[in-house]
């Protein structure tokens, strides 16, 4: 089964700042995703990336297939982008596998 | 949009209580999922679903059992509520054969408090 890490578990910045949240990957995968959690609960997905990069506005989210590795960047962060980010990738490389998440990353971003 | 709906936001029950946890999506999505989620652990999948009447145990199924009569209904079942299941139920729908590479669809959650 694929382990998913996440660094940091907490993350707190001014707003402004450039923003990094990182996630490694034990198993060889087809797909990661990046979900955002607001307070109230509520999970959407921002991302699914297989490779290179890919931007929504002010998010961008690379992966590195042979290192096992993903970030998910914020620029101009701003308050409203205070939530918890989680990545989450196939729990086997074999295909129709269910996802395993990550730990989440709480960011609180502070006007 | 998708919508993906949970039965109640919030639900208390008493310990050895039998308790339905209903989830209802739109959009025709082959996939639903059952997860939990608790501070420090994350979201771990409890049970899914590929296709009407068709169930697969997650990584925690001990404790709880799933129904998947139609295609758009995929109920959690507590049989007897414990102290231990308090907690964050989340539900998630997704289309196609390759679930990994689908897009999620998350309901809004119940916190569920046994006591």
């Known amino acids: 089964k694929n382990e998913v890490e996440q660094s940091p578990q907490n993350l707190t910045a001014q707003e402004g700042e450039f923003i990094t949240i990182n996630c490694s990957y034990s198993v060889g995968i087809s797909a990661l995703h990046w979900l955002q959690q607001h307070p109230g609960g509520g999970i959407v997905s921002l991302f699914m990336?297989?490779?290179g990069k890919k931007k929504h506005g002010r998010l961008i989210a690379t992966i590195n297939i042979q290192e096992k590795h993903s970030s998910l960047h914020i620029t101009a962060s701003h308050p409203r982008d205070s939530a918890v980010y989680i990545c989450a990738a196939p729990r086997a490389y074999s295909g129709n596998t269910p996802l395993v998440f990550g730990k989440g990353t709480r960011l609180s971003v502070i006007a | 949009d998708v919508k993906v709906t949970q039965s109640s936001r919030y639900l208390v029950k008493r310990t050895g209580e039998k308790v339905f946890l209903e989830c209802v999506q739109d959009m025709d999505h082959e996939n639903m999922f059952w997860y939990r989620q608790d501070p420090g652990l994350g979201l771990r999948l409890i049970y899914f679903s590929y296709d009407v009447k068709m169930k697969e145990k997650g990584d925690i199924p001990e404790g709880y059992s799933v129904s998947r009569e139609k295609k758009e209904r995929f109920s959690l079942i507590l049989e007897s509520a414990s102290t231990n299941q308090t907690s964050m139920y989340l539900c998630a729908s997704s289309s196609g054969n390759l679930p990994e590479v689908s897009e999620q669809y998350f309901g809004p959650g119940t916190r569920l408090t046994v006591t």
């Open positions: 990336l297989s490779s």
